[in-house]
């Protein structure tokens, strides 16, 4: 498939070396002031025309060799603005002989004339034929007034590109000086003071906390608090509810037993 | 004493207590096993299959928590819904569901069963519904006696109103919300029963899986409150209710705060504020309890209870200045529209556009209880009679929850439990009055009319519905009695309840053809009770809605499987960055089936988000179409019933897209104009113009006129004929249209390659001469 | 125990005859568990104080602290009121040994929670 494509564009390519090249003659330029004053010109390099100038054009389209004239299919002329990227395409009636003329009155310039600023509209001449090979004419720079700008699209506001979005974040929370919270740390500390103060006033008596009885209950519970205490430092969720559930069956085993001497010494006592 | 017919004597009492747990036991399997079976009507006339719109989420996100892990799934942050903003998932559900199945998933593959995460979500509500039978029966047997609890257990089991939630396939929050709520009830009832911080430390556990489980969790949070609010006022504080109470809401309220969704609500918003207040108040009764048993000064104590209403009165009133101050929030819309059913219209459509939330029609009271409704009110009256501390917890519940589920209908479901409970203990009543072989023995006249008064008046209140009248007016009498005493002291109730059971020894049948007519009389409205939930079940609360069901003109069922038909075909034929709209109830399941990316789902945060669907669905397809490009849309989604006559379809749905738009851009949208000029809701030829310009309609009908082939095209919902000329679209192409056209899927186009605009390049592709005009110049000059 | 020792000629104030009616009449296991209350209580009043005053930063933590506070001083209160003498009536299902049982257990899940919200 590829090799066919390329095989056609490879004769493409002949033909139309082969093929007769199309040349204007006679261009000619006329510019027509508004007070009646003309300038005429074989072949300008810049045209500057004013409010209500009129600019009159006239060329042949004739072969390259021979010089027979001829009428090709489509004929445009271009104006574009290189700057703004602004153009117009007219399209000019060419007659069977190959004459052609166009006529550019300022006063009510034609629909395909682009908005424009300060900045030349480079006027070209494309031409189009189905026997001889496409030319192009780089014709000359066209000054004209500068109009208003060119209006915008009304979808352009919906597919234009947006202000970049900048989140506005909550105020980053405010950390207290250090020594605050260093002395409402150490401040928290002072009721283990009244604790144990109290505790040793009232002089509790625990007898039986190293029976064994009551260690292997005392012992679970501590371990309980250390896995706990582990888990804020290091464990995860799973781990820490597996090995509770571990945890949790000696500590019943042992809480039964040594709740049960307790309220056995409680009665006894009574 | 004479026996109304012979009972054996020959029996020891320890056989006949074995026997009974027996019998208990086999009973509440059989009820397991009738409650779970009834449940599977779907599964057996369908497939095992997902239900509705909500489960296909709760579906997708347990399959990420069975595939990813728990960590995973905790951050889980989903880009494909709500595009383009994409949802933090793990932080805006509540995980209980997904966390259950989670981990009976691992449990089951630990066992090396391989079960398919996919039947553990559908069997999960069945499954739970045994439970919930079983908690029903615990909760059922504080109130009354095992017998109480095993009916309880019975009607939970089987009830329309519990099953239409809980239906195989149903996989969504209440599937295991009911039983939470209902055990963790229980374990409250016996914690104050019992005064054990242990009960109160497992309802508490509880109460945090019911929170992580359902935002319904909040009713608990009050209703406890409330209870033990009721017992201050009635004077009957006491160290048990301070040890059930306090231990509870310590650890419940620190645990609710774990669940990212919930946060640090429980200290900050006004609903979470009356647990906090009931809590302050119960540590100053008890403190000043204490102090009261070491002071005996008269003078002190009235200064006490000054000092506590005088700290109670303060503390509402921080309460109060610290919501005005912004502190603590102030309740939310939700929970206004509970007390106010027009709140929701005017200023939430959004929660008013949902069914379930629309006010409960009185019919449906009848279809979801049946008889349980007449059982209700004198199974009320019933813990009137006792009243002891739990009977107060059914009564306030019973209040609170019958005007929830009169003002919307999905609180039906919290209704449901506490009827099952009144209308078991007030069955079991009546049959333990009638089985009863003791006969009264013959005494003086009036003593006998006396007593047997409210017996015979529960009794006609159970056969005729006339008779339940008069039952609450008897109930009504006697309540303030009973309602006087706790206010005077608890002394005085004390003295009533003696007294009122020494009047019952003289109480009792005489005779066995009156037990026999009321016996049989209640087994024939038991058996009709099982008729109806299983008629109620199998024809209406056992569709999917992913599939639906017709029957052929021979009888034999027809499965209409449009949904699943449109959302394989979006999977199978779109790219996967494909994102698709539709209006906001199909997001959970495009999510979940096409897993395709979507606009909007069910979990409506977003209301500007959704009323920008609604916009683009609403406004004609030149406004439409920036909005569409604009969220990237690749498909549009539309659900049209009218060839069906499936009366869920978009077209009835539209007002509600029309005036959700209408609260963002109530300059752009009107709801009135999408009327006729006599304010008629029409498609036909009447339809305002607004109305066919409208996307949603235009999707809906195109070339809908067609399938007639030249005859009148009649809408089978609304039941209007059809324009013979259907609507055209220029911006849209038909992607997809369904087997019964349930389903319509639209491509929108891109851009114009030519650079016109679609509408032009339509026209020029139907080979319509284009208007010749004078092109306009671009250029203006500067005069 | 009944409060039989303060009687009506006590001094004219009630603060010192409460306070002298709550040295004579409890039992030193009370005091010990009383002390603890109030050790619990002054933690938790300095936490609060210290999140009025300087900052709530830490939200969680704040509440994870006060929580731990609060839920161990009513788990404590609960266990003094069930272990009273005096509400032995009250509580028949519950021995003092099932109570302190009681008190471990929901000690161990209440301190679960504060260190998983402690951040």
């Known amino acids: ?270 | 004493m004479p026996l109304a017919y012979s009972v054996p004597t020959d029996l020891s009492p320890a056989t006949v207590v074995n026997a009974t747990s027996l019998l208990r036991i086999v009973a509440l399997a059989l009820i397991s096993g009738a409650a779970i079976a009834s449940r599977l009507f779907a599964v057996v006339n369908f497939e095992s299959i997902i239900h509705e719109f909500d489960p296909w989420f709760n579906y997708r996100a347990t399959r990420v928590l069975a595939s990813e892990g728990f960590y995973e799934f905790w951050n889980w942050f989903d880009p494909t819904a709500w595009y383009p903003l994409g949802r933090v998932v793990g932080g805006t559900i509540y995980p209980g569901l997904m966390a259950t199945s989670g981990v009976i998933y691992n449990i089951l593959h630990a066992l090396n069963l391989p079960v398919d995460i996919r039947n553990i979500c559908v069997l999960l509500a069945p499954g739970f519904s045994a439970l919930t039978a079983w908690s029903t029966y615990m909760f059922t047997k504080e109130m009354k006696n095992e017998s109480a609890g095993l009916l309880a257990a019975a009607f939970i089991g089987i009830v329309p109103g519990y099953i239409s939630r809980s239906v195989a396939g149903s996989y969504d929050n209440e599937a295991i919300a009911i039983f939470l709520l209902m055990f963790t009830f229980f374990l409250w009832i016996k914690a104050l029963k019992t005064g054990s911080a242990l009960f109160g430390t497992l309802a508490a556990l509880f109460y945090f899986y019911m929170v992580a489980a359902w935002g319904g969790y909040a009713f608990i949070t009050n209703m406890i409150p409330l209870h033990a609010f009721a017992l201050i006022l009635m004077g009957r504080f006491s160290s048990r209710l301070y040890v059930a109470y306090s231990s509870w809401y310590a650890i419940g309220t620190l645990a609710s705060m774990q669940v990212p969704f919930v946060g640090f609500q429980p200290v900050r918003t006004s609903e979470h504020m009356a647990a906090l207040g009931v809590f302050g108040l119960l540590q100053i009764i008890a403190f000043s309890e204490l102090v009261r048993a070491h002071v005996s000064s008269k003078q002190f104590q009235s200064l006490l209870y000054a000092s506590v209403i005088g700290m109670g009165i303060l503390g509402a009133l921080g309460i109060v200045g610290l919501t005005y101050k912004g502190w603590i929030a102030p309740w939310t819309g939700r929970f206004y529209s509970l007390w106010d059913t027009g709140y929701a219209k005017k200023y939430i459509p959004i929660i008013a556009s949902v069914s379930e939330h629309q006010p409960t029609a009185w019919p449906s009271f009848f279809m979801d209880l049946q008889l349980l409704i007449f059982l209700f009110p004198a199974g009320v009256v019933l813990c009137f009679r006792e009243l002891r501390d739990e009977h107060v917890f059914v009564i306030i519940y019973a209040v609170v929850a019958s005007y929830f589920a009169g003002v919307m209908v999905r609180l039906m479901l919290t209704l449901t439990p506490c009827v099952c409970v009144c209308a078991a203990v007030a069955f079991s009543s009546v049959l333990d009055t009638y089985i009863d072989p003791v006969e009264p023995e013959a005494v003086e006249e009036d003593a006998q009319t006396a007593g047997d008064g409210a017996v015979s008046a529960s009794s006609t209140a159970v056969s005729t519905s006339s008779g339940s009248t008069t039952t609450t007016k008897k109930g009504k009498k006697a309540a303030p009695a009973a309602h006087a005493g706790p206010l005077d002291g608890l002394v005085s109730t004390v003295s009533a309840a003696v007294s009122s059971k020494k009047g019952e020894k003289a109480r009792g049948i005489f005779g066995g053809d009156t037990r026999l007519a009321v016996i049989l009389n209640a087994l024939g409205m038991l058996l009709f009770f099982v008729l109806h939930c299983t008629y109620v079940t199998s024809s209406a609360y056992s569709s999917p809605s992913v599939v639906l069901a017709s029957t052929n003109p021979d009888g034999s069922q027809h499965i209409i499987d449009d949904f699943r038909e449109a959302y394989y075909w979006l999977r199978q034929n779109t790219p996967e960055t494909a994102v698709v709209m539709s209006w906001w109830d199909y997001g959970y399941q495009i999510a979940g089936m096409a897993d395709r990316p979507t606009l909007v789902d069910n979990n409506t945060w977003n209301n500007t988000h959704i009323a920008t669907v609604g916009k683009a669905m609403s406004s004609s397809e030149e406004v439409a179409y920036p909005i569409l490009r604009k969220h990237d849309v690749d498909y549009v989604l539309v659900i049209f019933g009218g060839l069906l006559g499936y009366s869920g379809d978009d077209i009835n749905k539209f007002l509600w897209m029309v005036r959700i738009a209408q609260g963002v851009w109530p300059d752009e949208i009107q709801e009135p104009n999408y009327f006729t000029a006599k304010g008629e809701y029409r498609v036909d030829d009447e339809a305002s113009a607004t109305m066919k310009n409208s996307l949603m309609y235009k999707m809906s009908y195109y070339r809908f006129a067609e399938l007639f082939g030249g005859n009148q095209a009649v809408d089978r919902v609304r039941g209007q004929q059809m324009p013979r000329i259907g609507p055209t679209l220029d911006y849209l192409d038909e992607a997809f249209t369904s087997e019964n056209w349930i389903v319509r899927i639209y491509q929108v186009k891109k851009d114009d390659l030519l650079g016109r605009d679609l509408r032009t390049a339509n026209a020029f592709e139907q080979g319509k001469k284009r208007k010749r005009s004078k092109p306009v110049a671009r250029r203006k000059a500067i005069v | ?119």
Not at chain 1, 24 to 31: A, F, G, K, S
Not at chain 1, 138 to 158: C, I, K
Not at chain 1, 202 to 218: A, K, T
Not at chain 1, 258 to 263: D, G, M, R, Y
């Open chain 3, 1 to 119: 125990m009944p409060p039989k020792s303060t009687s009506s000629s006590a001094p004219s104030n009630s603060v010192q005859s409460l306070l002298k009616s709550y040295t004579d009449t409890t039992s030193p296991r009370l005091k010990l568990i009383d002390t603890l209350l109030l050790f619990l209580m002054l933690s938790g009043i300095i936490q609060f104080v210290y999140c009025i005053l300087v900052t709530n930063f830490p939200f969680n933590a704040f509440l994870a602290g006060f929580g731990s506070c609060v839920g161990q001083f009513v788990l404590t209160a609960s266990l003094r009121s069930q272990v009273n003498p005096a509400n032995r009536a009250e509580f028949k299902e519950v021995s003092p040994e099932r109570a302190f049982a009681e008190f471990a257990l929901g000690s161990i899940v209440l301190h679960f929670f504060v260190y998983n919200f402690l951040g």
């Open chain 1, 1 to 270: 498939m590829n090799l066919v494509l390329r095989l056609v564009a490879a004769l493409l390519a002949v033909a139309t070396a082969h093929a007769a090249s199309l040349s204007v003659q006679n261009p000619l330029l006329t510019v027509t002031g508004a007070d009646a004053s003309q300038l005429r010109s074989e072949s300008p390099e810049t045209v500057k025309l004013g409010p209500s100038d009129v600019l009159k054009l006239t060329f042949q389209v004739a072969e390259a060799e021979g010089g027979k004239g001829v009428q090709p299919h489509q004929t445009f002329l271009r104006f574009s603005d290189e700057a703004t990227g602004e153009e117009g395409v007219q399209p000019v009636r060419v007659t069977p002989g190959g004459k052609a003329k166009f006529e550019l009155n300022m006063a009510r310039p034609p629909a395909s004339l682009p908005p424009t600023t300060t900045n030349p509209l480079k006027v070209s001449l494309i031409l189009g034929s189905f026997v001889h090979a496409p030319a192009q004419y780089e014709l000359f720079d066209l000054y004209v007034p500068a109009s208003h700008p060119p209006p915008t699209h009304p979808d352009e506001v919906a597919f234009a590109p947006r202000p970049e979005i900048t989140h506005t974040f909550r105020p980053e929370q405010r950390i207290p000086a250090k020594a605050v919270s260093a002395f409402f740390g150490a401040f928290v500390f002072w009721p283990w003071f009244v604790l144990l103060g109290f505790w040793y006033e009232i002089g509790p008596r625990v007898p039986h906390l190293l029976s064994p009885h009551i260690v292997p209950f005392v012992v679970s519970l501590a371990a309980f608090e250390g896995l706990l205490f582990w888990y804020w430092v290091d464990l995860r969720l799973g781990q820490v509810l597996l090995y509770g559930g571990i945890l949790a069956i000696p500590s019943t085993l042992a809480g039964k037993q040594a709740l049960a001497k307790t309220s056995e010494w409680r009665l006894g006592r009574k």
